[in-house]
């Protein structure tokens, strides 16, 4: 229970706050229930003509590293293959997720489209936060429909941007912002960390992928994102 100097501080804080970086799977849109099989789906294809014996990761082991840069992702699940294995399969997981979620699969938290116009509509800028690339992303924003409501849907390349961290670095580089006037909302430690390394603000999603301590210090939780009409 807050103290009404702390309401009030949290008010002041939140009052300043002009632009808002969205992390994307657990926090705008789910695609943990159909993880596993697409996962194993194109494991077992990269496998089909050759030899594997190894046991295929499980639901848990994927989910544990959701959050982290699509390569940290397959060196955690995959070390025994070579770089240029696990990126082709890591490219079919993509082409495969990307179909099913432009189908209408995965879950869409309730009241994210609502949410994203009401901020958008209240002039606060917008910018995509994830660890997923691009076309997944885009995917993600267009079928939600909030797509076009977003200033920018920075993502990273390895090339330039290599993580989240650096993903909000550039973004707040390229646009002038001030860190005292930005926000990260997400639910894994990636986005706990990017918020601290960059001096702004973390907002955690506990309705999320994840453990409770990877959000331990967030400036507000929130149990749904509807629960942003409350403070924005």
């Known amino acids: 229970m807050q103290t009404k100097n702390e309401n009030q501080e949290l008010q002041f804080i939140l009052s300043k706050i002009k632009n808002i970086f969205f992390d994307v799977d657990g926090t705008l849109f789910s695609s943990e229930h159909m993880l596993e099989e697409v ?7 990269f496998f089909k003509n050759k030899h594997y014996n ?5 639901l848990e082991e994927i989910i544990q590293y959701v959050g982290l840069p699509v390569k940290e992702i397959f060196q955690n699940l995959l070390p ?6 696990r990126q082709e ?8 997720l990307v179909e099913r979620i432009e189908n209408g699969e995965g879950l869409h938290y309730d009241g994210v489209e609502e949410v994203i116009k009401y901020l958008h509509n209240k002039n606060y800028k917008l910018f995509a936060a994830s660890n997923g690339r691009r076309p997944y992303v885009e995917a ?4 939600n429909k909030i797509y076009d409501f977003f200033y920018e849907i920075p993502c990273i390349d390895n090339k330039t ?19 005292e006037e930005c926000a990260i909302i ?6 706990r960390i990017a918020a601290e390394k960059n001096h702004i603000y973390f907002i955690a999603a506990d309705y999320g992928h994840g453990e409770q301590s990877e959000r331990n210090g967030a400036l507000l939780h929130i149990q749904s994102i509807k629960d942003l009409l409350k403070y924005f």
């Open 140 to 143: 993600i924003l267009k079928v």
């Open 39 to 45: 996962y194993h789906q194109s494991i077992l294809e």
């Open 161 to 179: 941007i290599f993580n989240k961290i650096e993903l909000v670095q550039h973004t707040i580089q390229k646009h002038q912002l001030l860190p």
């Open 80 to 85: 025994d293959l070579s770089e240029e294995e």
């Open 89 to 96: 399969i890591s490219n079919n997981v993509l082409k495969i």
């Open 186 to 191: 997400g639910d894994r430690a990636s986005d």
């Open 54 to 58: 190894k046991k295929l990761p499980t």
